[in-house]
Nanobody, 116 residues
């Protein structure tokens, strides 16, 4: 079974940038979509951005124009470039792969903290 490992989280000031990476232990070529989700304390997990195998992207309104999702199938890795970070972006960020069968796998998460 494919495992996902997120990295790149950390502490950054308002207006700063971070680049998250999600490395899969196996091929992601057969996946339907890859996505980044986040969960802040006391809140439900929410979709941040997703990208299909065809390259179509989708973003939460709150991150449009600031975040960019991309995937490198050769490296089995999905990225989330986060610019102009705000304190409300503080959360644990999770990577998820969804297959055409409907099955999905979550990563363990990486903490992003934006200080004001």
């Amino acid at each position: 079974q494919v495992q996902l490992v997120e990295s790149g989280g950390g502490l950054v000031h308002t207006g700063g940038s971070l680049r998250l990476s999600c490395a899969a232990s196996g091929s992601i070529r057969s996946s339907y979509a890859m996505g980044w989700y986040r969960q802040a304390p006391g809140k439900q997990r929410e979709l941040v951005a997703s990208i299909t195998s065809g390259g179509s992207t989708n973003y939460a309104d709150s991150v449009k124009g600031r975040f960019t999702i991309s995937r490198d199938n050769a490296k089995n890795t999905v990225y989330l470039q986060m610019n102009s970070l705000r304190p409300e972006d503080t959360a644990v960020y999770y990577c998820k792969v969804t297959y055409y069968s409907g099955t999905y796998i979550w990563g363990q998460g990486t903490q992003v903290t934006v200080s004001s």
